[in-house]
């Protein structure tokens, strides 16, 4: 029986996280890229069974990858987006959080994404987003309980808008939410799975290896997400609000204006 995308995405992403297992505890070797910023031959080792796997099931699509850039057609429309190692500088410093990341996009669609880790996996069809943890699995379920909100902090503060966020973690939206900062993209899955209330990220970019696989999940979740002036987010973006719910999502949209002049689209 032929595999669906999701089933692709969910065995890519868990190939990688089986080389991050099996490294664990070990030594790295850092190979530096700039400033504070390094892959290690973990995420060498974890990108290079991933990209195993999508030549041999998925052929005729393109892929981007974190450490090895593009590789397959370069008219492909369907395109894997691959970060086999994300939160590194958390695996060296032999602390979680960590996973791997895969998303299938095409266009601004993100068409299947998982996000493993060492003991969750999160994933989408594009459709619904589900979750497993310790052998038991169900769908994906957003919630504002925690109150607990994730912010990316870039190296470039305030970013190409204005935006700081340092300056955010002051805002008036941490008058009843609390901000927190692990260093990772895989957070974002976890507003989908109820983990945390919402996720903020700063800066211009294209569509991300860091970051798609977790709006798809998020999108296909229900939670709610636009760019930091609220206006529609697509996979490029300037800048990211993802809440699990409205009215946690009006609380950020309103810190991020407090310095952004209360400009929205």
Not at 38 to 48: G, I, K, P, Q
Not at 148 to 170: H, K, N, Y
Request: proline fraction near 5%; include cysteine; hydrophobic fraction near 40%.
């Amino acid at each position: 029986m032929s595999l669906t995308d999701s089933d692709v995405a969910v065995l890519a992403a868990e190939a990688a996280a089986s080389v991050h297992r099996s490294r664990t505890g070990g030594g790295l070797e850092r190979q530096w890229k700039s400033g504070a910023d390094f892959a290690t031959d973990v995420d060498v080792a974890a990108e290079e069974a991933v990209l195993a796997l999508l030549r041999e099931q998925r052929p005729d699509d393109a892929v981007v990858a974190e450490e090895s850039g593009h590789s397959g057609p370069r008219d492909a429309q369907r395109v894997w987006l691959v970060d086999p190692l994300c939160g590194t500088l958390n695996y060296a410093a032999g602390e979680g959080p960590y996973g791997a990341s895969v998303a299938l996009t095409r266009g601004d669609d993100v068409l299947a994404a998982a996000v493993a880790e060492p003991h969750r996996l999160t994933w989408t069809d594009g459709t619904e987003a589900r979750t497993r943890v310790a052998g038991h699995e169900g769908p994906a379920v957003p919630s504002a309980s925690s109150r607990l909100v994730e912010i990316l902090m870039e190296t470039v503060d305030p970013d190409e808008q204005g935006f700081s966020s340092a300056r955010f973690w002051r805002s008036s939206a941490f008058a009843t939410l609390s901000p927190r900062f692990v260093g990772t993209g895989i957070t974002l899955a976890w507003v989908a799975c109820g983990l945390r209330a919402g996720f903020v990220l700063p800066g211009r970019r294209g569509p991300s290896v860091h970051f798609s696989s977790g709006i798809g999940i998020c999108r296909a979740a229900g939670c709610v997400l636009t760019g930091l002036r609220g206006e529609p987010l697509h996979l490029a973006h300037d800048g990211l609000v993802c809440a699990a719910d409205a009215r946690t999502h009006a609380e950020l949209l309103a810190g991020v204006a407090e310095q952004l002049g209360g400009r929205r689209t």
